[in-house]
């Protein structure tokens, strides 16, 4: 069974940092494209960032030029160093990963989220 789990999540102040990780975990062949996304209350779920395995990154326009997606393919993990926090980047973060496990062909998994909040 595949698992999608973020952590690193929590509060902080405008102007500050995070970096949210996500592991994903089982009888996993090959991960795909890894990405985040968000969701604040009451609005659509969007994209922050998303990075292919072989490393290709593309973000969101908020968030571009102060997140940072990363990858490790050793361990099924990616990050977003998160810098220059607004409170409107407040909003439940949610993992991603297109993952080949036991079938033919890869399908989107998704993890339980992590809440971050930017205030003072």
């Known amino acids: 069974q595949v698992q999608v789990v973020e952590s690193g999540g929590g509060l902080v102040q405008p102007g500050g940092s995070l970096r949210l990780s996500c592991v994903a975990s089982?009888?996993?062949?090959?991960?795909?494209?890894m990405g985040w996304y968000r969701q604040a209350t009451g609005e659509r779920r969007d994209l922050v960032a998303a990075i292919t395995r072989t490393g290709s990154a593309e973000y969101g326009d908020p968030v571009r030029g102060r997140f940072t997606i990363s990858r490790d393919n050793a361990k099924n993990t990616v990050y977003l160093q998160m810098n220059s926090l607004k409170p409107e980047d407040s909003a439940v973060y949610y993992c991603k990963a297109d993952i080949w496990a036991d079938s033919p062909y890869s399908q989107d998994y998704w993890g339980q989220g992590t809440q971050v909040t930017v205030s003072s």
């Open positions: 089982g009888n996993i062949f090959t991960v795909n494209n």
